[in-house]
């Protein structure tokens, strides 16, 4: 993120955004320098094979494959590859990082050094010309840095790596090619000028096909001859030599900032007139919304208020002046009822108490990002934090379910400290395995392995669990919350609402706006995920994130006081609703993305991109509704905290 052509005046703004390249100058934990001596070896480790654009600019595949997946067949090390160590995150993200059979030796060139022969047969062949033409690129890794291709943003001229190259490409006349020599261009930096001091700040590759002719030596060559490019024959057998050349490059590049070529943002003026058009309109909404209501209920409490301490009997055309009140603002009419228990009040506190838990490790996990912890050069960082965090926040949900369900009365305590920790998780997790089973049958890499499966549900149930447990048991050993108004024994009925209040209507008005403030940044994560680009922007995450939380609370409470004042005091899901609303526009728009820029041939990747879309909205729903309820709570106890009722 450049910030001397776009940046706002605002100091603050300016220092939130450059924290994530202010935190990249330190050594995290994790993430410390390589440094190596000219001849040393430089192990290069390969990761999954995933899909990214093809030349038509959609996504023909959501499924990733083992690098060393017997179809594929690429050369392996001497007994076999070994699998590198890796976060529960990076597993969880799909990583499957294992050694090579490349050998890269520190400031030392080679050409043209033979991996081995292999033999394509038609079916295999087949196989791999599809994977092809569905855009499956290699990922390598050096240094912990991703082997990328080099490429030119034509819109503002600058250049920068983009992680993976592809297996092949598709020519002109529809011919698959298939690339089977990689040069491989490693970028070092002197450490202080010390030439036996060398760190590695950059990996290029670049992919040819070359059909060999005769058999090329296993040692590495002077030059590298040039042959025609070849394609997989589809109706026989071809042989395929895999060779590969090494060219180290003297770079000024420090290690701190290796980074920065890997991060590019397309048009950042999008980003910049898009956060700057959503806080405007959320600061105009809010202030609007502020000062209708602050007037509004001014009036109102001052006006109960006086009427409370005058012998309303003694004057005349009293029964007008009643009237005259009721007509203006209801809110006070319904003060006997406010507060009465909901209707399903276990299922609302225990969405509640996983919504604060969702909602609190969302802002820990953007402001760890916000200050480098989660940086790209520590793989699975983000997935391991997010796991962790919503595991140790078990606590804060089952004490806000405890509490929640205790001020509606709710009297199955024992089915509250059950369902709290073991619901919503186990509606994720059920749907996450569900969409796993087609990751298996598809043999793809992306599949979570079975042991992992089982570490996941042993730190739910041996650390989430008795937290949330412990969290319930204070909640419900603490003080009820008091209403500030008593709540009369019999219900009063509800007037007709007009339409805009309805709930259908409220949901869809409620739920736009809070989508708006996030719509923009939300198309970039959803680049990230899926086409395998890395998402870095968390300062301009940690502004929506803010932008999202405001306008979700103030638009839910301006329907609330809209619906008290229209007499109807069914508040509690229609505030949980409304708010939570903004997770069906986030399907929508989902699905919308599935049309425009996915082309999924088969069933499988449709469900598995359906799927995570639908999981990732819940959570969301669960997370906006939780907001606009307590945000509505507040309001509530508030108003009605502020007026004398005999």
Known sequence: ??????????????????????????????????TYKPG????????????????DALLHSVVSYDYYQPHFQ????????????????????????KTSPFELKMKQNETCKMLCPTTYKQGVAIYVNDKIRQGMSLNWLVDGLPAGQRIKDELTGTEFYNPGFLMGQVDGDDHVIFNNHYDILIEYHEVSGNPDQLRVVGVLVQPESKKYTKDIPKESTDVCPNFEPFELKEDGETKVQFTYSVYWIPSQTAWATRWDKYLHVFDPKIHWFSLIN?????????????????????????RYNRLDQINLDDLSGTSALEDGVQED?????????????????????????????????????????????????????????????????????????ARIYKSMGGEKWKMNIILTPVLVPGIVFGTFFLLNLFLWAKESSGAVPFTTMLVIILIWFIISVPLSVTGSWLGFRAAAIEPPVRTNQIPRQIPPVTTYLKPIPSMLLVGILPFGAIFVELYFIMSSIWFSK???????????????ILTCATVTILMVYFLLCAENYNWQWRAFLAAGASAGYIFLNALLYWASKLSLSGLAGSVLYIGYSALISFLFFILTGSIGFFSSWWFVRKIYSSIKID
């Open 329 to 401: 603002s209801g809110w006070k009419l319904v003060h006997g009822d406010v507060f009465r228990t909901p209707s399903y009040p276990m299922l609302l506190s225990v969405f509640l108490g996983n919504g604060a838990q969702l909602f609190v490790m969302t802002g820990f996990t953007i402001a760890f990002a916000l200050l480098g912890f989660l940086s790209p050069s520590n793989r699975g960082s983000l997935g391991t934090i997010i796991l962790f965090l919503y595991t140790i926040l078990g606590f804060v949900g089952g004490y806000t379910s």
């Open 74 to 97: 690429f050369c392996q090390p001497e007994g076999g590859p070994k699998s590198v160590g890796e976060s529960l995150g990076s597993i969880l993200f799909g990583d499957r990082i």
């Open 1 to 34: 993120m450049q910030l001397k052509n776009h940046a706002p005046s605002g100091a603050l703004l300016a220092s939130l955004l450059v924290a994530p390249q202010i935190a990249s100058a330190f050594y995290l934990p994790g993430v410390a320098p390589t």
């Open 278 to 302: 959503s806080a405007v309109i959320v600061v105009f909404l809010t202030l609007t919304v502020m000062s209708v209501l602050v007037r509004a209920l001014r009036k109102d409490i001052a």
């Open 40 to 55: 040393e070896l430089v192990p290069l480790y390969v990761n999954s094979i995933r899909p990214v654009a093809a030349p």
């Open 534 to 548: 890395i998402y870095y922007m968390f300062g301009f995450l940690f502004l929506c994130y803010g932008l999202m």
